[in-house]
């Protein structure tokens, strides 16, 4: 995987602000009609995770086939995109560094 955005995180595990690494795998999870897919980023030091929101409580019609093919197959290119999306990272509250 290319180089990523350095983010930084309050770690559930560690109890303090670590950098957090970008997995390359989504998770995506069905309730009823509605999907959640996040991107998943893992404690540098301890390897808690930390899901970063791309879709929230979305009706799959309106996720494009083809995107949601490539989270549910973990597409390293996609992660990467969205790893280094200033806008998608500053949403969910990544500090930059």
């Known amino acids: 995987m290319s180089l990523m ?5 309050k770690c559930g595990g ?3 602000k670590q950098e957090f690494v970008n997995s390359g795998k989504f998770r995506v999870n069905a309730n009823g009609n509605k999907v ?3 991107l998943i980023y893992r404690c540098k ?3 808690h995770s930390w ?8 009706k799959p019609s309106r ?4 995107l949601y093919e490539l989270f549910l197959e973990n597409d390293e290119e996609t992660a990467l995109q969205y790893g ?7 949403r969910n509250n990544a500090e930059l560094k």
């Open 45 to 47: 030091k301890c390897k």
């Open 84 to 90: 280094n999306d200033i806008e998608f990272l500053k």
């Open 63 to 66: 996720i494009p086939s083809d």
């Open 51 to 58: 899901n970063l929101t791309i879709f929230e409580r979305t």
């Open 14 to 16: 560690c109890g303090k």
């Open 5 to 9: 955005q350095h983010v930084y995180h």
């Open 36 to 38: 959640d897919v996040w």
